[in-house]
């Protein structure tokens, strides 16, 4: 390659990396839960079209970066989908802007379809290990469970209450390779962002509740957890209005069509 | 002006190799820097041998990930070590240079397909096979052990077959000159000279697999437990950083760094195992 057709491609390149960052009279970053993120970014697109000066970006992390980005200013929105905001959101300013519910997942091979609170606690502890235990087949269950700083898995365990994970547990470090995992082994039992759940695998009932957008939205299915948005102070200027947008009638439209449940 | 392009060209590119240096350089001193007070603060002795990891209770002990890597990189390499030595054989030595010359890129091709890949037949076809046939998760040593033996193959086969390659004709000739067979020749001269490079390229191909790390995420299983059998789901060292990283702050982000000093000690020990052997090699 001559050297002009080398430079003629290294120009090109920086212009197509440079094409995004225009000059914007405004900008917003939110970072944090992975679990909001695609949700934060789609908001961001039609909040974008509507305020051409504002500029959205979204970064994931998870729900601890969130908190921290928030804390130290790296980004201007922080969002965690926990229970309960650990003492490190101390001091951010708190907003509820969609509820997510968990379900708890099997394999659709699986003859159980019910199980109490108490039990899915016994399962991931380890001291229930065989499906029998619990109207299923003789089969060892493989509990599967997110990494340790997954808002997921904090919220599940604060929801059930007393959870400490069996020490044999598969990890998995997204909601899909939860899924594709349950659904690849008829012994195992997992848990997700409802959202995610499709015909590969089977949510449970819990405690006689089915894991339903109804359900959840009548406050009788018990694993939901909050989704927030987090700013350091009150938030203002185009931070603020991208909150109000996304509470607005047409983004919690949005965001239920999408599989999370609206705020209220 | 012929000179000074010149010189300006040797500066330049001692510049650049420099840079080299200085980030590996930067990357010991920062992981160090990290990870070290960790260590201290939590005891090297317990910090290596203990078998707890329980980020949310403050136990950080990463025996069993250790072991786990052992695991799964003997494994590893008993697939892929014998595999692509014989395969590497077979190549130099009983199939003619043009289909030679076929197949030896095609191998090298298997490097270049991303580990995301390898990991993700192992999670969809590998892993479902050995939990019906074996029993177990299915995610498992055995698993990762497979991905990562073929996974290493690339590595061993080139760098063999330029080490076979390498032998001179006349011994080869000598042994057949003496009546030994074709196998005889290869199995009592051209593999005792190679030997060093052999050795090499299975040392290379090891920290490949100490290193590797997506693949095995998906096929492991990621439980931080010791291991009793081979059906038994492990963390090794490099997936426990990767899996926690994104949502470990304070001492767990500390005790992250502090895997990855072992991890570097791990792999600088093997590296300089490599550069010996073949060092021994040019001495001769």
Redesign the interface.
Known sequence: MSIAKLTVLLVGVVAVMCGGCGKHAESVTLAGSTAFAPFAEKLGGQFMAIHPGVRISVQ??????GI?SAQQGKAQIGMADMVKLPP?ADGLTAVVVARDGVAVIVNPANLVTNLSMSQVRDIFCGKIANWKSVGGKDALI?VVSR?????TRSSFEQIVGNVKLT???????SNG?IR??VA??S??IGYLSHGLVNSKIKALIVDGVPCTVEAVVAGKYALVRPIFLLTKGAPKGATQAFIDFVLSESGQTQIRKDGLLPAK | MRLSADKFAQYTFLGIACSAIASLMLIAVFSLKEGLPFILWYGPVEFLTSTNWNPQENQFGVGAMIVASLWVTAGAMLIGAPLGVAVAVFLSEFVPRPVMRVIKPAIELLAGIPSVVYGFIGMMVLAPLIRRHLGGPGLCILSAAIVLGIMVLPTVISISVDAIGAVPNSFREGALALGATRWQAVRMVVLKAARSGIVASIILGMGRAVGETMAVIMVAGNTPRLPHGLLEPVRTLTANIAIEMSAAIGRHREALFATGVVLFVVIMGLNSLAMAVMRRKGAR
């Open positions: 994931g992390g998870g729900s601890t970066v921290q490190e493989t990494e340790a700083g997954s808002g020490s044999g547990a598969l990890v998995q470090d390779s594709e995992t690849g082994d012994q195992a």
